[in-house]
């Protein structure tokens, strides 16, 4: 089976949180890949602070998730929020009510106005993305994010057939609210799990990227994203990775911003601004040596990136292992762990 051309059948959907499958956050699976030795293995995520050691570094993104959904007054669509954008303006994507989701809306019009809850409304300016992403204009008299705290819910695709709480979509590490959808990697970790990483000498360096929607229906490349890298993290990484430590990703976020600050020599710095990065095998990564992620859908963009941390023959095997295995799908399901 190849990464490029598998099929994800409807049950090894992530339906709902783990926590309604009755295990704990931390509880779900980890099918762990090793670069060097081609070697698999299958673990829970509580086993995470065995299979690091002392000198690592995981780099977290501790953007926290927005409530983007808004419905639109007197339609039956849903306006979801994916990016701020300068001077008042965001990228927006319209959906319409398809059964209890929602699925793409092609009848956006340049210039139409939607009213929205409270007395909101967004106007498309101009596409964005082939119909799907509009550039618009946001009147909501205040705060947006405090607006789609009040008015919003968590954006969610069909395989997610009933709302969850904003709370099931935030990780430990969350502490600035921008992103459309959760960066859900880091969704596993706990308290306890972070605790025991301590302990045994793993270190967390934090960087910030807010995600745009990422819609399965539209493997779009990657758009412009805000991110920062700070001092601290550009300097926990050179010094991990000049005394032998790894760093290891979490998530696809967090390698997209960590290798922007990169140079071609793999020296982090602090940076900041919008990152046009696509991490390809033709591009190399420079600064990562692993990756914590979730599995990803048949042709999403994402495999690509995870195709130059793990090469491709590790990374078919694990596919298959995972579809074998019975292992869950998107925000909601298991993880995967590529060590160098």
């Known amino acids: ?9 409807a049950e090894l959907e992530a339906h709902e949180p783990p926590e309604a499958r009755g295990l704990a956050r931390d509880g779900v699976r980890l099918l762990v890949g090793e670069v060097s030795t081609g ?39 849903t306006v979801h929020f994916s990016t701020e954008l300068a001077r008042g303006k965001w990228l927006v994507e319209l959906r319409q009510a398809a059964g209890k989701a929602t699925r793409p809306y092609d009848g956006g019009v340049a210039g139409q106005r939607y009213p929205l809850p ?15 992403l509009w550039t618009a204009t ?18 969610r695709y069909g395989y997610v057939p009933r709302p969850w709480p ?24 706990s308290d ?10 793993v270190q ?9 929607v990422a819609s399965p229906e539209a493997h779009e490349r990657p758009y412009p994203e805000r991110f920062v890298v700070p001092e601290t993290t550009a300097r926990l990484v050179t010094q991990a990775r000049s005394g032998g430590g790894r760093v290891i990703a979490v998530g696809t976020t967090a390698v997209r911003a960590l290798e922007t600050a990169a140079t071609a020599a793999g020296v982090v710095t602090a940076t900041s601004g919008w990152t046009e990065l696509v991490v390809t095998p033709d591009r190399g990564v420079r600064a990562v040596d692993g990756l914590l992620t979730g599995f990803h859908e048949p042709r999403a963009s994402h495999l690509d990136l995870l195709e130059t941390v793990a090469g491709r023959p590790l990374l078919d095997r694990m596919y298959t292992e995972a579809l074998e295995s019975r292992y869950l799908w998107h925000e909601f399901g298991d993880v995967n762990l590529i060590l160098p």
């Open 192 to 201: 306890r799990v972070v605790t025991r990483l301590v302990a045994a000498g």
């Open 39 to 77: 070697a698999t293995a299958h673990r829970r995520f509580t086993d995470l602070p065995r299979l690091l050691r002392a000198g690592d570094v995981l780099v977290v993104n501790t953007s926290g998730t927005l409530p983007a959904a808004v419905p639109v007054v007197g339609a039956s669509l």
């Open 1 to 9: 089976m190849s990464v490029s051309t598998f099929t994800l059948p």
């Open 166 to 189: 904003l709370s099931h979509y935030q990780t430990v590490f969350a502490t600035e609210p921008g992103s459309a959808e959760m960066p859900s990697a880091a969704r596993p970790f």
């Open 118 to 132: 409270g007395g909101g409304s967004v106007r498309l300016r101009e596409e964005y993305s082939r119909g799907r």
């Open 138 to 155: 946001v009147d909501i008299g205040g705060s947006v994010v405090g607006y789609l705290r009040a008015y919003g819910q968590p954006i």
């Open 204 to 212: 967390f360096a934090p960087v910030l990227l807010h995600t745009g």
